[in-house]
């Protein structure tokens, strides 16, 4: 069983859908990351978080460490959203470990 | 702007053929990170960098090598060893080797066999 488990796999929305991709891990963490993978493969970081929620624009990342979980929620969805969402937790060992990914594709 | 610079973007290696991944970052960030992506997989460490002349073995380090002489550069060798190197290759960094700091990451570099 991997330490970071990320659901659903595969996301197809109409624009204008709420979203809400999970990640679940089974190890003690100091922070997770929430990560946005382009088409073209580049990385960008979206939120890290050791708390609570946190709020960026259009995207919610909430995380609930007694039940070693996270969710990152998009709301009014849109077609440049289409990307591949990955959570990573930092172990309190330091080496980040991270899920497998979740493909959004959001339709017109 | 700061920034990590992976180069480079698409690299084609030959059988039994050494070939290095750069990457360079302005960042002044002591941790760096060399992670191997295969299609639909999470990215899996290759090796890992705390400190200028130190770093550890990742996850995958076998057929890979790397140096660290420069607190900036952590280039990644692909070796002749590695038997199945086509991948997608991106290098990150972190402010320190702690958990709680986010890493950056570079565009990435993919890797074919010809």
């Known amino acids: 069983k991997n330490e970071v488990e990320q659901s659903p796999q595969n996301l197809t929305a109409q624009e204008g859908e709420f979203i809400t991709i999970n990640c679940s891990y089974s190890?003690?963490?100091?922070?997770l990351h929430w990560l946005q993978q382009h088409p073209g493969g580049g990385i960008v970081s979206l939120f890290m978080?050791?708390?609570g929620k946190k709020k960026h624009g259009r995207l919610i990342a909430t995380i609930n460490i007694q039940e070693k979980h996270s969710s990152l929620h998009i709301t009014a969805s849109h077609p440049r959203d289409s990307a591949v969402y990955i959570c990573?937790?930092?172990?309190?060992?330091?080496?980040?470990?991270f899920g497998d990914g979740t493909t959004l594709t959001v339709k017109p | 702007d700061g920034g990590i610079t992976q180069s480079p973007k698409y690299l084609f290696r030959k059988e039994g053929q050494n070939v290095t991944l750069s990457c360079e970052q302005n960042?002044?960030?002591?941790?760096m990170y060399w992670y191997r992506q295969d299609p639909g997989q999470g990215l899996r460490l290759i090796y890992y960098?705390?400190?200028?002349?130190?770093?550890q073995k990742g996850d995958i380090a076998e057929g890979y090598s790397v140096s660290r002489e420069k607190k900036e550069s952590f280039p990644l060798t692909v070796t002749s060893a590695q038997k199945n190197p086509t991948a997608f290759y991106l290098c990150?960094?972190?402010?320190?080797?702690?958990?709680?700091?986010?890493?950056?990451f570079g565009d990435g570099t993919r890797l074919s066999i010809l």
């Open positions: 990150a960094s972190r402010l320190g080797g702690a958990g709680n700091q986010p890493q950056h």
């Open positions: 190890v003690g963490i100091s922070a």
């Open positions: 978080l050791s708390s």
């Open positions: 990573a937790v930092n172990p309190n060992a330091g080496k980040s470990t």
């Open positions: 960042l002044n960030h002591d941790a």
């Open positions: 960098s705390q400190i200028v002349n130190d770093f």
